[in-house]
């Protein structure tokens, strides 16, 4: 599985931005689905995850309630909604994806697909 991530960009404080994560491959829709971040001089950390059919999902408790994690297999593509961006939420942004995830939802190394980051920069 191939991955790319889009739809990043500079936002004002308490805006919205809907990223992208399109998938090649046969195998998206058999591959368990998240996004992480990674800020200027800090680790990449977990942001949400998605199971297979999209009826579970987990986050982070600095963004939950803020942000949303979707899936479309027929499109082959993920997405991640975010609202009321905050200056915190600078970063860029990593679609990830594979099929042994497991409980383990918040562990990168425990995905084997990444896309290329995409940068979210919000100003205060």
């Known amino acids: 599985v191939q991955l790319q991530a889009s739809g990043g960009g500079l936002v004002q404080a308490r805006g919205s931005l809907r990223l992208s994560c399109e998938a090649s491959?046969?195998?998206?829709?058999?591959?368990?689905m998240g996004w992480f971040r990674q800020a200027p001089g800090k680790e990449r950390e977990f942001v949400a995850y998605?199971?297979?059919?999209?009826?579970?999902?987990y986050y982070a408790d600095s963004v939950k309630s803020r942000f949303t994690i979707s899936r479309d297999n027929a499109k082959n593509a993920g997405y991640l909604q975010m609202n009321s961006l905050k200056s915190a939420d600078t970063a860029v942004y990593y679609c990830a994806a594979g099929p042994r995830v497991g409980s383990f939802y918040s562990w990168a190394p425990r995905y084997d697909y990444w896309g290329q980051g995409t940068q979210v920069t919000v100003s205060s």
């Open positions: 998605i199971n297979l059919t999209g009826g579970r999902t």
């Open positions: 491959g046969r195998t998206f829709s058999t591959s368990y």
